[in-house]
């Protein structure tokens, strides 16, 4: 039987060829707002150097690169998904990187910024990432945590739940392929949201300081952790 790392691992590589359609089609384009949100309460400078962790195809590292932000490193755990990233991107050639959150290969105290979006979930040791998020981060330095949540108001967190569960593994199964993958995935959603705290394990990880905002009533969550 596979382990949370395999199994996210051949999910993320079954479905990469379509994850950006999916993407943009099953959040009816939100997922664009999400991450421009995100950095633009993040904020950066010309000085910024940037790890974005479970980076996918990319897209929330070209969202920072239109803020601004020059030095940029890719990181995944998917082959394939950082062979998509790099075929729609030239200038993240030579800088991505496949490995998994909690053993990063990187020195301490190297960059100045971590980004992770809808990627947290899907780590087979939470706190243990967010401990190696803070080993490689700058004092002052910032992780900023995009990821889906379970709403609180009754008639949204029951529409939400139908989506999630009946309409997204419907669609996303017959365009990718993978209806497996479509059913893990929102079902780690709700799983994730009733277990796990994710500024209590940032404050536990080391972060002096945690932000946290939600967007799109409540199905959405920023935290920014300050080293």
Not at 36 to 62: E, M, P, Q, R, W
Not at 113 to 124: H, L, Q, S
Not at 194 to 212: C, I, R, S, T, Y
């Amino acid at each position: 039987m596979l382990d949370k790392k395999d199994k996210v691992k051949r999910i993320f590589d079954s479905i990469a060829f379509r994850y950006d359609l999916l993407n943009h089609l099953l959040s009816f384009g939100l997922d664009f707002y999400w991450r421009k949100k995100a950095l633009k309460l993040t904020g950066f400078n010309s000085n910024s150097i940037l790890l974005d962790v479970a980076c996918g195809t990319g897209d929330f590292a070209i969202a920072a690169r239109k803020f601004g932000v020059d030095k940029i490193i890719g990181a995944d755990f998917s082959k394939n998904m950082l062979e998509l990233f790099s075929e729609k991107s030239e200038w993240i050639k030579g800088r991505t990187v496949q490995m998994v959150a909690e053993k990063m290969p990187l020195k301490d105290n190297s960059v100045t910024n971590i980004t992770v979006a809808f990627g947290v979930r899907n780590f087979y040791d939470i706190e243990e990432g967010f401990k190696s998020f803070h080993r490689v981060l700058k004092e002052g330095g910032k992780a900023t945590i995009l990821e889906f949540r379970m709403p609180s108001n009754k008639l949204f967190k029951g529409l939400y739940k139908f989506y999630f569960k009946r309409i997204l593994p419907l669609v996303g199964g017959l365009i990718s392929g993978d209806r497996a993958a479509y059913k893990y995935l929102p079902s780690s959603v709700e799983e994730f949201d009733e277990k796990v705290q994710l500024d209590k394990l940032l404050l536990n990880a080391g972060f002096k300081e945690v932000k946290q905002y939600n967007f799109t009533f409540g199905t959405v969550q920023t935290l920014i952790a300050v080293k």
